[in-house]
């Protein structure tokens, strides 16, 4: 199987070294600081036991450096939501048909991007939920074992062959692997997972476990998780669970019982579920990104809840305070480390709206 990684940071550089250790002729995408240390080390993939393997993957800067782009058989997409569209445009014309694309990306409408520039192309809808950190170029590590990947094809998929292949090849790589026949619900239970300790913290610029350890912030967690599930039911899209996360029993929680209820049976489970990472939104903050993912994220909530006729002030909130902050038009020093100043906002919002 010839497969192109476009975005091999870390969960690209996870899954096509790991593909590479089973004999996949697998290409990376990588960054300028990346090339020199994989070409001349090769790329280390650690466990979290500690094991560690080094994989020796084929590595470009450019896709015009790529001789023959009709050869591959996957390109595999894990670049951040906002840059998909620019990511993509070099391919166009260059893909076979018989090319699959595989997102493992964040959010929700990066499928339907590449079905709409590339529709010969079949587009398989992914997951991951092993947490991964990068300490320095050329190196992975996974924080946890604890996780997997799901996959879905966007429609029926033409060729069935394909994706047998492709779950044993990632299942004899070393991950778990889960298949799906909806893959708008594989898509939103995994964004149900990625606002989960993320724009709260990336916005107060604190770990989860304090936010967590606070009342009325863990609150603000739970009200923009239901509210993200009140929008997914408005539209017949059920909530799944990923492997090994049981979404569908936090979604009958967020519906039945009551915050403290929650609060104390759910602690345990959110501060363990990043292992050691801080969440993905408070890292491009700290790397001062001007773009964030929260758009695919509370702000697609946010979006398709007005569409659905749902209110979603949290995550309208979040979103734009999230945003404005990314992009420059809002101070972080104001909010940084300051719950009541968002608390406050928060509670504004829900007595104007």
């Known amino acids: 199987m010839h497969i192109l990684v476009i975005?091999?940071?870390?969960?690209?550089?996870?899954?096509?070294?790991?593909?590479?250790?089973?004999?996949?002729?697998?290409?990376?995408?990588?960054?300028?600081?990346?090339?020199t240390t994989v070409h001349e080390n090769g790329l280390s993939i650690t466990a979290a036991n500690g094991q560690q393997k080094v994989v020796y993957p084929n590595i470009a800067k450019h896709i015009d450096e790529i001789a023959d782009i009709s050869k591959f058989d996957m390109v595999l997409i894990s670049v951040k939501s906002f840059d998909t569209q620019e990511a993509i445009y070099p391919l166009k014309d260059k893909?076979?048909?018989?090319?699959?694309?595989?997102?493992?990306?964040?959010?929700?409408?990066?499928?339907?991007?590449?079905?709409?520039?590339?529709?010969?192309?079949?587009?398989i809808a992914g997951s991951i939920t092993l947490p991964?950190?990068?300490?320095?170029?050329?190196?992975?590590?996974?924080?946890?074992?604890?996780g997997g990947i799901g996959l879905a094809p966007m429609s029926n998929i033409k060729d069935q062959v394909f994706l047998n292949n492709l779950v044993s090849k990632l299942e004899e790589s070393g991950f778990t692997v889960k298949t799906y026949?909806?893959?708008?619900?594989?898509?939103?239970?995994?964004?149900?997972?990625?606002?989960?300790?993320?724009?709260?913290?990336?916005?107060?610029?604190?770990?989860?476990?304090?936010?967590?350890?606070?009342?009325?912030?863990?609150?603000?967690?739970?009200?923009?998780?239901?509210?993200?599930?009140?929008?997914?039911?408005?539209?017949?899209?059920?909530?799944?669970?990923?492997?090994?996360?049981?979404?569908?029993?936090?979604?009958?929680?967020?519906?039945?019982?009551?915050?403290?209820?929650?609060?104390?049976?759910?602690?345990?489970?959110?501060?363990?579920?990043?292992?050691?990472?801080?969440?993905s939104l408070q890292i491009d903050l700290q790397r001062k990104r001007n773009q964030s993912e929260v758009t695919v994220l509370n702000n697609r909530v946010?979006?398709?809840?007005?569409?659905?006729?749902?209110?979603?002030?949290?995550?309208?909130?979040?979103?734009?305070?999230?945003?404005g902050i990314a992009k420059g038009n809002i101070n972080w020093s104001d909010y940084q480390g300051k719950p009541d100043v968002l608390l406050e906002q928060i509670d504004y919002i829900y007595r104007t709206s």
């Open 7 to 35: 975005g091999a940071g870390a969960i690209g550089s996870l899954v096509g070294g790991r593909l590479t250790a089973v004999d996949c002729h697998v290409t990376l995408l990588e960054r300028a600081d990346w090339i």
């Open 95 to 123: 893909l076979q048909s018989h090319t699959h694309f595989l997102s493992l990306q964040n959010g929700i409408g990066n499928e339907e991007i590449l079905a709409d520039n590339f529709p010969n192309n079949p587009v």
């Open 132 to 146: 991964v950190e990068v300490p320095q170029p050329g190196s992975i590590i996974i924080s946890k074992e604890k």
């Open 181 to 279: 026949n909806d893959y708008k619900s594989l898509k939103w239970s995994k964004l149900l997972m990625n606002i989960i300790n993320n724009p709260i913290c990336a916005i107060l610029d604190m770990p989860p476990n304090q936010i967590l350890d606070n009342p009325a912030l863990f609150d603000l967690e739970l009200e923009s998780m239901r509210e993200t599930v009140r929008v997914m039911r408005a539209q017949n899209i059920k909530v799944i669970s990923l492997p090994p996360y049981p979404l569908t029993l936090l979604a009958i929680g967020l519906t039945w019982a009551p915050n403290w209820l929650l609060r104390k049976i759910l602690q345990p489970f959110f501060s363990g579920g990043r292992g050691n990472k801080l969440p």
């Open 302 to 323: 946010a979006i398709v809840g007005t569409k659905v006729g749902i209110p979603t002030p949290v995550n309208h909130a979040l979103s734009g305070i999230l945003d």
